[in-house]
């Protein structure tokens, strides 16, 4: 659902060409699908290593959210919007929205999962679920570049918020 959000706050505000969808979509299905398998890799032993991962997934989803919503203040002509098809800022979020996943691969090698069969529908519904959020995106029509980009930065601020409370276990949603 993380990689949903980040990809309807995007085409909605960066209005991207199929290409683009379909590049995105395939980061976070490939990042969301791999960092299952590093985990389940690295094993119990390095638990510590990945509850330091959630305040690094925080705070590079709040900089870049601050980034944007700080976009939205900036005079028209001043603008920079932040562009989800430079490979920077997509590897960027990648890695952030799938630091989770990290973590959930230490416990999938607990429990004994099939971490190729896990991984591959990982990958699938992930690269599925962005592309629907892309395509809903792009079709959006109500919400202009400029508010879109503040309401994108906000969602990545939520994300990165949910993903320290979780792991603080303030929520467990």
Request: hydrophobic share 55%; net charge positive.
């Amino acid at each position: 659902m993380d990689c949903f959000a980040v990809s309807l706050s995007f085409s909605t505000c960066c209005k991207l060409a199929w290409k683009d969808m379909l590049k995105m979509s395939a980061f976070f299905g490939i990042f969301q699908g791999l960092m299952p398998i590093v985990g389940w890799l690295i094993g119990a032993s390095f638990q510590s290593f990945i509850q330091i991962n959630h305040w690094l997934a925080f705070g590079i989803l709040v900089i870049i959210g601050v980034h944007m919503v700080s976009q939205f203040f900036v005079h028209e002509t001043k603008r920079k919007l932040t562009d989800i098809r430079r490979t920077s800022v997509l590897l960027t979020l990648s890695i952030a929205t799938s630091i989770d996943a990290l973590a959930t691969g230490i416990s999938f090698g607990i429990i004994k999962v099939n971490i190729l069969e896990a991984a591959s529908s990982i990958t699938c519904i992930t690269f599925l679920v962005s592309l629907i959020g892309s395509r809903l995106g792009a079709r959006s029509t109500f919400i202009p570049a400029k508010w879109a980009e503040l309401l994108g930065g906000i969602v990545l601020i939520g994300i990165g918020t949910k993903i320290l409370l979780n792991h603080l276990g303030i929520i467990t949603w």
